[in-house]
């Protein structure tokens, strides 16, 4: 069966600092990759996804950045992290139009 | 206008109530119809899933799509504590770029 991991599930990080979040896949091959951001009453945003190893296309321009260096990893990134960028991080691997997610990552910038 | 739109609640019921929630959305090239349930602090996970027009029934969750009017929602029967969460539509074009658009979610607590 198919799992997504992500990690850590909370951080804590100050203004200014870099970010580094990972997300991986187990049970499928060159699987189509999502960051998803959650904010308190703003739903799902779509940040970057991802249908290949280097390729990545993102949704919305922001302070934050993705890289795809294996199949089945994807990573979530910033060089200065901003007190905007707080929110709940969503990693989901999508089978035809099924989305399964990660257990998210809820990032606060103090 | 916003492609989906979904009302964030919260919605508060008594156990065994039935519960109505509902999205609309604005583009027709729209045909997979999903609802997802979120937990507090938790990943959103897949509860019901149609493709076009019509009704999809699982235990105590009855989804229905009506395309002419863009407007699909999900009914929960027999409403229990556990069923306390976020409920989020999403949907999918057919032949597009697989990628879902959500609604805001609606919270639900269903009280004992």
């Known amino acids: 069966s198919q799992t997504i991991h992500q990690w850590p599930a909370t951080l804590v990080q100050p203004v200014g600092s870099p970010l580094s979040l990972e997300c991986t896949v187990e049970g499928t091959s060159n699987p189509n990759l999502y960051w998803y951001r959650q904010a308190a009453g703003r739903g799902l945003q779509l940040l970057f996804y991802s249908v290949g190893i280097g390729q990545i296309s993102s949704e919305v321009p922001q302070n934050l950045s993705a890289s795809r260096p294996q199949d089945r990893q994807f990573i979530l990134s910033s060089k200065k992290l901003l007190l905007s960028d707080s929110g709940f991080y969503l990693c989901?691997?999508?089978?035809?139009?099924?989305?399964?997610f990660g257990q998210g990552t809820r990032l606060t910038v103090v | 206008q916003k492609e989906v739109e979904q009302d964030p609640g919260p919605l508060s019921v008594p156990e065994g109530a039935i519960v109505s929630l509902n999205c609309t959305y604005s583009n027709s090239a729209f045909q997979y119809f999903m609802w997802y349930r979120q937990y507090s602090r938790k990943g959103p996970e897949l509860l019901m899933y149609?493709?076009?027009?019509g009704n999809k029934e699982d235990g105590r969750f009855t989804a229905q799509v009506d395309k002419s009017s863009k407007y699909i929602s999900l009914f929960i029967r027999d409403s229990q504590p556990s069923d306390s969460a976020t409920y989020l539509c999403a949907m999918s074009a057919i032949g597009g770029s697989e990628k879902l658009v959500f609604g805001k979610g609606t919270k639900l607590t269903v009280n004992p």
């Open positions: 149609t493709y076009s027009s």
């Open positions: 989901a691997w999508l089978r035809a139009t099924e989305a399964f």
